[in-house]
């Protein structure tokens, strides 16, 4: 299958973006039989991520060779993993793409293969998304080359063996030296390469990767070597990026423009730049250009590009790199701005929590805690364990209605608000009625003010205490349920019972009275406490804990350890359900475990 004939206008890096994308959505879209026994699903993140690479490719090999271009892609599939409780794994697939040029100058080394990982090769996109990568001399041919590994497929899909994919090439004849003529190629090719800049920055989070994509872009189209700096908190400049066409000068460029770095932001486009030696001046010697890099009106660096002879720095190119520089600067703004709320968010969450669980003596304690909410320490979900004197222990495990930072901000304010409780004396029934009072007042305050519906503020809370007497194996347990799934009692013999009766939502109705339960947790006994998003897991019409499922759960881990047992319903959660788990999951186990006796001291003169 080969793309001919393309528009003679059509550049070689959009050819080659489109060539790529067709075939393989093609053969992501070919039925089982067409796609061969073997086949594994190809994601539209693979098809993405080898469009840009192919881009990235192209382009350097274009502007620098400025010769036919051969593209070529191919589909490797792996072999067939092996077979585990009767079934086979998925599969996998590599999509594999070579960029071949022949530039008539190159002083080409016979048969060698360079990889990734070598000095001399820092093409920093291709390296950072790819699985490998490398550079191969055969004859008068380079060809670089990327893999990618794709998707995997369906259980019990995979094929016998490894059915390799013919390649399919794309050759695109690129003639002459066009990067010679910055102003032609400017006039040219101008919008296909600010929207290109535009869809590469677009939803790039880290500012490293916006000047790494920023300089690979610039060079060498429009010059043979490029330079970010970033301003820093402190008010200097750091050199975030160097970039040369000739990759032997990256870090000796890097090193001289260190010793010199901007004294502040360049106010005006096109300033002119002191050239350094290492970028390699000739006898027509060299000239470097220095732009501003402004977003809303803060200053976030200076772009610099440098060229061997003189920079052709027509109005059309000046307002092409302005608009370039606008892009970056806007990208990086946003990268800064995510990553300041990303170190907020992270370091408000980790105070939600607390940071260890208490050690009880004679109960082992374990937790499980997984918040829903993508890129999320903390969820709805919450838990403590703490001590309050030498012979007192209590927990908590409790969830707030909703998944935002409203959320999370309720579970900080119960969590604290429950410790101090505590600590002034209050026992498990008074601490629910002080803590359903407060949830009770704020619901109303809020509903006043016109802010968040009252709903929000409903709080489910498991609150109980640990009484260990060090002369008595086992503890005395005192809990109360708060519109919280009740704990469960599991005793040596594997029977189970809920330790607690269900009770009224926290923050619905603040006369509202709670009843807590007391017993015995024997050595080898356990409770078990968790929250809706493991008795709510869904499969279906179906609910992990209907008809008593998460009792049948824990009775299958019964002779387990705390940590083994927490783990057991965590995966047993999982597993319930086909779909991925769409709530916070929370399991506290806490086991008495018998005393451990010391063997008699023996007198060796007996």
Excluded at 277 to 284: N, R, W, Y
Aim: net charge negative; proline share 7%.
């Amino acid at each position: 299958m080969s793309r001919k004939g393309l528009p003679a206008n059509q550049l070689a890096a959009a050819g080659a973006r489109k060539f790529v994308r067709a075939l393989l959505t093609e053969r992501a879209g070919a039925p089982p039989a067409t796609a061969g026994p073997g086949a594994a699903a190809i994601s539209s993140e693979l098809i993405q991520t080898a469009v840009l690479l192919t881009s990235e490719l192209v382009t350097n090999a274009v502007m620098y060779a400025g010769t036919e271009i051969d593209v070529t892609c191919r589909l490797e599939h792996g072999n067939p993993p092996a077979e585990v409780d009767g079934e086979r794994g998925p599969a996998r697939i590599g999509v594999v793409v070579e960029v071949s040029d022949r530039h008539p100058a190159r002083r080409v080394r016979g048969g060698v293969d360079a990889r990734a990982g070598e000095p001399g090769y820092g093409l920093q996109l291709v390296s950072a998304l790819s699985e490998s990568w490398g550079v191969t001399y055969r004859q008068a041919v380079k060809t670089v080359w990327f893999r990618l590994e794709g998707t995997e497929g369906e259980p019990g899909s995979v094929g016998a063996g490894p059915r390799p994919e013919p390649p399919v090439r794309l050759t695109h004849p690129v003639r002459g030296q066009p990067r010679r003529h910055a102003a032609e190629w400017a006039d040219r090719g101008g919008p296909s390469f600010l929207a290109e800049t535009s869809e590469l920055l677009a939803g790039q989070l880290d500012q490293d990767m916006v000047t790494a994509l920023a300089a690979q872009l610039l060079v060498p189209r429009l010059a043979d070597w490029c330079a970010i700096w970033l301003t820093t908190e402190g008010g200097g400049m750091q050199l975030s990026r160097v970039w040369h066409v000739d990759e032997r000068r990256i870090n000796p460029l890097r090193a001289d423009l260190e010793r010199d770095p901007p004294s502040d932001v360049i106010g005006t486009s096109g300033t002119p730049w002191p050239w350094p030696e290492c970028a390699g001046s000739d006898a027509t010697g060299g000239s470097a250009l220095a732009f501003p890099l402004v977003a809303r009106d803060t200053a976030q660096g200076v772009l610099l590009l440098g060229r061997a002879g003189q920079l052709q720095m027509t109005d059309t190119v000046v307002r092409m790199v302005e608009d370039v520089a606008r892009r970056v600067a806007q990208a990086v703004y946003t990268a800064r701005q995510y990553t300041r709320q990303t170190t907020i968010s992270l370091a408000l969450q980790r105070r939600q929590l607390p940071a260890s669980l208490a050690s009880i003596p004679g109960v082992d304690t374990a937790i499980v805690y997984e918040p829903h909410g993508e890129g999320q320490t903390v969820g709805g979900d919450f838990y403590d364990v703490f001590p309050m004197g030498e012979r007192r222990w209590c927990f908590l495990l409790g969830d707030v209605q909703g998944k935002d930072p409203e959320a999370m901000s309720v579970t900080g304010l119960a969590r604290h608000l429950v410790r101090l409780l505590a600590r002034e004396g209050h026992g498990v029934e008074s601490v629910l009625g002080r803590l359903n009072l407060a949830m009770a007042e704020e619901s109303a305050e809020a509903v006043e003010l016109g802010g968040e519906q009252a709903s929000s503020r409903f709080l489910s809370l498991l609150y109980g205490e640990l009484e260990v007497d060090p002369g008595i194996a086992g503890a005395r347990c005192t809990v109360a349920s708060a519109g919280h799934p009740p704990p469960l009692h599991m005793f040596t013999d594997g029977a189970v019972e809920p330790a607690s009766e269900p009770q009224m939502l926290l923050g619905i109705d603040e006369g509202t009275e709670f009843r807590a339960s007391s017993f015995a947790l024997a050595p080898g006994e356990t409770l078990l406490c968790v929250t809706d998003g493991v008795t709510e897991r869904r499969c279906g019409n179906w609910q992990l804990d209907d008809n008593d499922g998460l009792i049948e759960v824990l009775r299958d881990g019964v002779g387990l350890g705390a940590k083994a047992l927490a783990e057991h319903v965590r995966r047993a959660a999982h597993d319930f359900g086909t779909g991925p788990v769409e709530d916070d999951l929370s399991v506290l186990v806490l086991q008495a475990v018998a005393p451990t006796v010391e063997p008699p001291t023996v007198d060796p003169r007996t």
